[in-house]
């Protein structure tokens, strides 16, 4: 039997990632979180590779934690992706209904001065919430993205990450971006980072590791953070850092209680 053609497959993997994106469009946020959480929690270890490579990682990071408890922690992860695509159907109305941004005049203050600014977010859940924010608040955000080999899929994600990024939403590896967003900045709108990239390798020793994980621990004591991007003002060719901006859930509230996991 000869072998299905790349497109012929690009397109039968595209069009079954439109049913199962049309049944998570159809069902509310905290079903569509839980389901996928659920379904990715019991396929996601079947994936040996990467399984393996989650169960490494922890090791690595929590050496003194028993395999049993390590183990439990990667069925975690594997949930938590999970829910993180189920809510990626329901980003408009998570940001228009459910996030609260507790200093805002941090962002009124940027728009208000017309110069450019940096915006960076972490790289974690749905991280076009912290775009989003900053488009509700008037900004213009133009950002960057790392474009997939599926072209469908591309075209997909283009169109819907659209809203979040009215700047412009650029691929990662062409060597016009950089310039393209530098002269966006200059132009007095934001560019938007998020602040981690992929490296090969790392230097951290697992020490290291452990002793960021914990820092990152002991500054996450509030409850349900989304985003805390870092926004730098450029005016002027001057540069100025403004106050960390912060969007949360407004906790306690039961409608937001199977989407919290997944935006911290």
């Not at 001057?238 to 859930?249: E, G, H, V």
Request: aromatic share 8%.
């Amino acid at each position: 039997m000869p072998p299905i053609p790349r497109y012929l497959r690009h397109r039968l993997k595209y069009a079954g990632f439109l049913l199962i994106a049309g049944l998570m469009t159809a069902l509310p946020v905290e079903w569509a979180s839980a389901l996928s959480g659920r379904i990715l929690r019991f396929f996601g270890p079947l994936s040996r590779k990467y399984h393996r490579l989650a169960l490494e990682d922890l090791a690595k990071a929590y050496p003194d934690v028993s395999e049993a408890e390590r183990s439990d922690l990667a069925l975690a992860v594997w949930e938590n992706l999970g829910r993180v695509f189920g809510e990626y159907f329901h980003l408009q109305e998570i940001v228009q209904e459910r996030i609260v941004c507790e200093n805002p005049e941090v962002l009124a203050q940027l728009v208000e001065s017309g110069g450019g600014s940096v915006g960076c977010a972490a790289h974690q859940a749905n991280w076009e919430i912290a775009a989003a924010i900053l488009v509700k608040h008037g900004l213009n955000p133009m950002g960057v993205y790392q474009p997939v080999t599926n072209p469908f899929f591309d075209a997909y994600l283009k169109r819907h990450r659209k809203p979040f990024y009215p700047g412009g939403l650029l691929a990662k590896m062409e060597a016009s971006t950089p310039r393209k967003m530098l002269h966006h900045v200059r132009s007095g709108a934001t560019a938007a980072f998020l602040v981690d990239q992929w490296a090969e390798s790392s230097e951290g020793s697992p020490a290291e590791v452990r002793a960021a994980l914990e820092r990152a621990k002991a500054q996450d004591s509030a409850p349900a953070p989304v985003a805390e991007p870092g926004v730098e003002s450029i005016n002027n060719g001057s540069t100025r850092t403004l106050p960390i901006f912060k969007a949360r859930f407004p906790l306690p509230n039961p409608r937001n209680s199977a989407i919290c996991s997944s935006t911290n």
